[in-house]
């Protein structure tokens, strides 16, 4: 096994990958470090899970399962890209991809029939969504802006949009029937198994059984009420036509993969509810599922020209909506994994609470987020920025976050145990010696779903919280909410644990509107602070506050310390970008910013040289940090803009920097010996290289695919420079 795994993975960071890459395995080989790459693409999983449908040559290893194995011991040191969270109709089109390309795996079966689609469906489904995270996330995370780009981001601030005590610009939940409210909670006094059974007036049918869970697990059960949701989106729909606002839903598709398609689809059937009421049964025949969106629906009924009418008509009658892409027609309700609410609504309160419509505009907005459990923060930060006006990057104050994730934690974990509930009746999650556990009186096409914590995450999440407070020595703050039932249960480890460790003064436990308000007083003030949440709040507070502090998330430094001694580097939030690559088909140029990638293999050179006691890595790793403010303070990031600099630039920058850092450096003489020569070529090379990098720019590029790139095309485009390939290798 390499000293270090660096992911292969999807879409922009895959395709900076193919430039950064060779310059980390040459510089790193001079210390003695291996770096090698496992896949965790979509297309490199959907390949592991069909080997019987490949050629001997086109087969692959299961590397997430390896990858999965690994992370469970002293010796991981894994640098994470965002890889690709997949929707069904991104998975849809990666198989098709791959079927042109002569891969014979199987279609994806949207109403499997027989055992053996639904066999394929199973698999295919365990693909979807967090696919990736929970598996390799064995540990708590630890987020944060690294110092150089906290300073970078104050003495070069990114513009904001400003703010009006009269905006309309609002958040709009769900009073009742959703997860929040029907939610109740348990911690298990012992180690125990469990089933979940729907008993209705056919008989009792087994949605899940053996169960596991280990002594001191908090398990949640919930369910959202189909009628009131509903109701909810009729209320809404009419409400932001009466406004003048824009109708956008905020949804976590992707993460959520089991029940946000559903209320996703829940919403496309409400808006366009007459269309369904006239034309229901034929649209069923077209394959119509408004789970898949409002653009899987239009091109299924393309031919019909009646029902092309009445949508058009019933969009007439309807509030404007949120858009995706005005110039191309796409809204907020095409594909539920076009819009993400933690990259969604920050982009909005960044922007002064405004949001794209279709007449290529921007206006304010009514921000649909059904389930009330974690929406108040973005209605408080809403009504915070009304009051008090914009935020001051230059000013502001940092948000880091200590995230509670480990072993699939909270509502990300809970994808094998949620329910569409078929029919009206009642259910049990009932334990080995036959309590129940939790119970809940449902109705036919309610959403129910079970979610756990186990312990040992639970207190490893809250040690990580006081460390980072006494290393920080900042405010702290528990985002729990103790009238929510699962907050109540973690609020009661919480307490002893900071009792026991005297620390019980230095940390607070708000509930989450309250903690946001908070946050957002204490960084307008230049102050930081630190938000210690559960793993939705972790996802989504680390966009937020990172993209109002430093105008992206793709720059957090992110930390996940394993809980059997190794460490897992992620590279920031920020998903895999796929407007960048588009940017690079058509004018081959790549925007991706990878100084995310920048700070995470400083922390792993650094993680590699405390756990192997390599001193040369301790060098790289430093050096690293010192590339990385060289890139900041000299302006070397990409730009957005064909015929400026991109991704492959910062790079060349990056080597650069590096090679003269290691250079210059005393304490390893063999180290500097051997940079010196790469850093006097890097230099010399230096008008060469940029011209040749430049001299691509503008021509679109062929990559051989989208989702399964080909390598040498890939390398040929992302690799352009004879001179800098020369020195590199």
């Not at 489904?125 to 802006?145: C, F, T, Y």
């Not at 556990?437 to 809250?462: F, G, M, Q, T, Y």
């Not at 966009?543 to 001694?565: Q, R, W, Y």
């Amino acid at each position: 096994m390499a000293d270090i795994i660096y992911t292969k993975v999807d879409e922009a960071p895959e395709l900076a990958s193919a430039s950064f890459l060779p310059i980390i395995q040459k510089f790193a080989a001079a210390a003695g470090v291996s770096v090698d790459t496992m896949d965790i693409s979509l297309t490199g999983r959907i390949l592991a899970t069909f080997p019987e449908n490949l050629t001997a040559d086109q087969r692959q290893s299961d590397d997430l399962a390896e990858l999965g194995r690994l992370v469970k011991t002293a010796d991981a040191n894994v640098i994470k890209l965002p890889n690709i969270s997949a929707s069904v109709p991104q998975l849809k089109a990666a198989i098709a991809e791959l079927q042109q390309q002569g891969f014979d795996v199987p279609d994806y079966p949207d109403a499997p029939t027989s055992g053996a689609q639904k066999d394929v469906q199973a698999r295919y489904d365990g693909m979807k969504g967090s696919a990736v995270n929970p598996v390799l996330r064995e540990g708590n995370s630890d987020r944060r802006a690294a110092k150089a780009v906290k300073s970078f981001a104050q003495k070069n601030p990114h513009r904001m949009g400003d703010w009006s005590a009269n905006s309309k610009t609002e958040v709009s939940s769900m009073s009742g029937g959703d997860f929040f409210s029907n939610e109740v909670s348990a911690t298990l006094a012992n180690e125990t198994t469990a089933k979940i059974v729907l008993t209705t007036d056919a008989g009792e049918t087994v949605l899940k059984d053996d169960v596991t869970y280990p002594a001191g697990t908090v398990v949640d059960a919930t369910f959202m009420s189909a009628a009131a949701l509903t109701s909810f989106l009729d209320t809404q729909i009419e409400k932001t036509k009466e406004d003048g606002t824009l109708f956008s839903l905020h949804m976590k598709a992707t993460m959520m993969k089991v029940s946000d398609p559903i209320i996703f689809g829940h919403a496309v059937r409400t808006f366009l509810a007459p269309v369904f009421e006239k034309h229901g049964s034929a649209m069923a025949d077209l394959g119509v599922n408004p789970n898949a969106g409002l653009g899987d629906l239009l091109a299924r009924v393309k031919d019909d020209a009646s029902i092309l009418a009445d949508i058009d008509a019933c969009m007439a009658d309807r509030p404007p909506m949120y858009m995706v892409d005005s110039d191309k027609g796409i809204t907020n309700l095409h594909v539920s994994s076009d819009v993400i609410i933690d990259a969604s609504m920050p982009a909005l309160i960044r922007a002064g609470g405004k949001g794209w419509g279709p007449d290529g505009k921007e206006h304010d907005a009514n921000c649909v987020i059904p389930d009330n459990s974690y929406a108040p923060v973005y209605d408080e930060s809403i009504k915070f920025f009304k009051e008090n006006g914009k935020l001051n990057p230059a000013t502001a104050g940092t948000v880091q976050n200590i995230g509670l994730m480990a072993q699939k934690a909270e509502e990300y974990g809970s994808h094998p145990t949620t329910f569409e509930i078929p029919a009206a009746g009642t259910v049990k999650m009932i334990l080995d010696d036959g309590t129940v556990l939790h119970e809940h009186n449902v109705e036919a096409n309610d959403i129910w779903r079970s979610a756990s914590a186990r312990k040992a995450p639970i207190e490893d999440w809250v040690n990580l919280a006081i460390d980072r407070q006494r290393l920080e020595g900042c405010r702290a703050i528990f985002w729990l909410d103790a009238n929510r039932a699962h907050d109540a249960e973690l609020i009661a480890y919480v307490k002893p644990i900071l009792e026991a460790k005297g620390v019980a003064d230095k940390f607070e436990i708000m509930a989450p509107r309250e903690a946001t308000r908070a946050s957002l007083e204490t960084i307008t003030k230049g102050e930081n602070t630190i938000a210690i949440t559960g793993n939705v709040l972790r996802d989504y507070l680390t966009d937020l506050f990172p993209i109002l502090e430093l105008a992206t998330s793709a720059k957090m430094l992110s930390i996940v310390k394993l809980m059997n001694g190794g460490g897992l580097f992620e590279t920031g939030a920020g998903g895999s970008a796929p407007k960048h690559v588009q940017q690079l088909n058509e004018e081959n140029h790549l925007r991706w910013d990878s100084l995310g990638e920048f700070c995470a293999l400083g922390e792993s050179l650094m993680f590699l040289a405390e756990t192997k006691n390599n001193e040369q890595a301790r060098v790289l790793g430093q050096a690293v940090d010192a590339a990385t403010q060289g890139i900041l303070d000299n302006g070397h990031s990409p730009s957005r803009k064909v015929g400026e600099p991109d991704n492959r630039n910062s790079h060349y920058w990056f080597a650069r920097y590096w090679a003269e850092a290691l250079a210059a450096q005393s304490d390893d003489a063999a180290l500097a010996a051997h940079f010196a020569p790469i850093a006097t070529a890097l230099a010399e090379g230096e008008a060469a290289i940029l011209a040749e990098l430049a001299a691509v720019q503008g021509p679109a590029v062929d990559l051989g695919g989208y989702y399964k790139t080909d390598a040498a095309k890939t390398a040929a485009v992302m690799r352009p420079s004879t001179t800098l390939n020369a020195i590199i290798g």
